[in-house]
């Protein structure tokens, strides 16, 4: 056998009695849609419920697939106080879908658990499901026994997510499972100012973008949805939904979208999918190859379009990461390059931070406040090696990553004093938040995600590693022009 169906759910606490208490009437379709999915299971009567949830042992670089004869969870950290849940694991899935990760260079495995415990991200879902199979027992429709494999989400790509799905799809055809999967995650944080996270008008674009995908079966779609509309939006399960797509990898599909709905500030949608077909017989839906042509075009295209700026710091990293040298722009340039760049990069000096974000997540930053070089071109070369090579949060670049990458340019305005908060507009202004004995946290202004000065000024001060209640704090900002 292999996958019977696959289920993208939701994982309010909120939806469960004993933490809701009366507040789960405020998403009924919600709950009659989860209700639906956990009769669907029942009746598919799976052998292994695979679940994948972004409250799991989360790593940047690293799928993690939990370990071990099985785990407990409880609601109690929302104020339940029932027992909770236990759940047994397949062990001989897990060591398949393991062997088979090692076996395609995939870094997914059992290394390094940190959320032993079940998350709510599953015990959401697997509530639901108890519930119909405890309601089938008590009318002596007694259904079969179901283990449990539980994963994490990464830092890693689209396409690797997918590619995790894929081997969860091909261990339950090698080990003849009967198998479900359920994808766990919100859609975006963002839909309301009285919720808890604030709006962001990226929010309802978000919930709208993937709701169409759920409804069409359009998995391509989950893979490129775009970056920084999913920071901006605080989206939690796209990269759940990535997997889930994998493992009906090559196989037609009748897509389902049973609710959405967002009353609390979060998007909240459910969607079902039932193989219409032998899986992975349709060609056709092979989204990991069209994902990847899709990749090469976009990067393509991108690169055609960068500024000068931008062509400058990826000729110096490249550079450096591929011939270990530091180029000098007034000499090493080759001609194309150095007649597109505009003389104000030679007759200026400013502080510029480069960024690079690989698969839409930060890769490295680094960058001066006050010039350090002569002239800008000097310190954009420099601060994009430093970027890829120096920035301690991060591994070093490497040469296979280069094609990869991303980069924006920030040239800095010099920083002006300000007496307090109100004189910040996160969309417009950087700033720089300073203390006593030199600490110092910076962040530059327009960021996706970042979208108050509350929120602005306690990144900087983290950085920092400053309390913005000390009373030595001084505030100042300033403005960027960004290249991209």
């Known amino acids: 056998m292999s996958i019977l169906a696959a289920f993208a759910v939701p994982h309010p606490p909120l939806i469960v009695p004993g933490v809701g208490g009366g507040r789960e009437a405020g998403i009924q379709a919600t709950i009659d849609a989860y209700r639906e999915v956990a009769r669907r299971i029942a009746d598919l009567a799976p052998e292994t419920i695979v679940v994948s949830s972004p409250h799991a042992t989360c790593y940047l670089d690293y799928l993690h697939i939990s370990g071990g004869e099985g785990a407990r969870g409880t609601f109690s950290q929302f104020g339940d106080r029932a027992d909770g849940s236990r759940v047994h694991y397949d062990r001989e899935f897990v060591d398949t879908l393991c062997r088979m990760a090692d076996e395609q260079g995939l870094p997914a495995g059992t290394a390094g658990e940190r959320v032993p415990d079940l998350d709510w991200g599953v015990l959401v879902p697997l509530h639901f499901v108890q519930e119909e199979y405890e309601r089938r027992r008590a009318a002596r429709d007694e259904p079969g026994a179901y283990h449990v494999v539980r994963i994490g989400i990464s830092g890693l790509s689209p396409l690797d997510h997918y590619r995790l799905g894929k081997l969860v799809q091909r261990a339950a055809d090698d080990l ?40 069409a079966g359009d998995f391509l ?43 609390f500030g979060v998007g909240y949608g459910i969607a079902a999918f039932t193989p219409a077909g032998a899986v992975g017989s349709d060609g056709s839906r092979a989204i990991d190859e069209r994902y990847t042509a899709w990749r090469a075009e976009d990067m393509a295209r991108r690169k055609a379009a960068e500024s000068p700026w931008v062509r400058l710091a990826r000729f110096a990293l490249e550079s450096y990461v591929r011939e270990g040298r530091r180029i000098d722009p007034a000499h090493d340039l ?6 597109s760049l505009p003389d104000e990069l030679f007759s200026t000096a400013a502080g510029a931070f480069v960024s690079l974000k690989k698969n839409g997540q930060l890769r490295g930053c680094i960058g001066t406040i006050m010039p350090t070089r002569d002239t800008l071109a000097a310190e954009i070369c420099a601060n994009a090696v430093s970027a890829g090579c120096r920035d301690p949060r991060f591994d070093a670049v490497d040469a296979d990553e280069l094609d990869e990458l991303v980069y924006d340019v920030d040239v800095l305005s010099a920083p002006e004093p300000i007496s307090g908060p109100e004189e910040l507009d996160p969309t417009r202004y950087g700033v720089i938040v300073s203390a006593s004995r030199g600490r110092r946290g910076l962040l530059l202004p327009d960021l996706d995600g970042v979208d108050t000065v509350d929120e602005q000024l306690r990144i900087a001060a983290r950085k920092g590693g400053i309390n913005l209640d000390e009373p030595s704090v001084t505030l100042e900002r300033f403005t960027v022009t960004r290249h991209l």
């Open 221 to 263: 779609a989950l893979l490129t949805a775009d970056p920084g509309m999913c920071e901006r939006a605080a989206e939690c399960g796209l990269r759940s939904f990535q997997i889930m797509a994998g493992t009906l990898d090559r196989t037609a599909v009748c897509a389902e979208l049973l609710s959405h709905e967002g009353p």
């Open 334 to 339: 080759p001609d194309d390059l150095a007649t």
């Open 176 to 215: 003849g499972r009967r198998c479900v999967y359920i994808a766990s995650g919100d859609l975006s944080h963002k839909l309301a100012e009285d919720g808890p996270y604030g709006f962001a008008a990226d929010g309802p674009v978000f919930d709208g973008y993937v709701c169409d995908a759920f409804a």
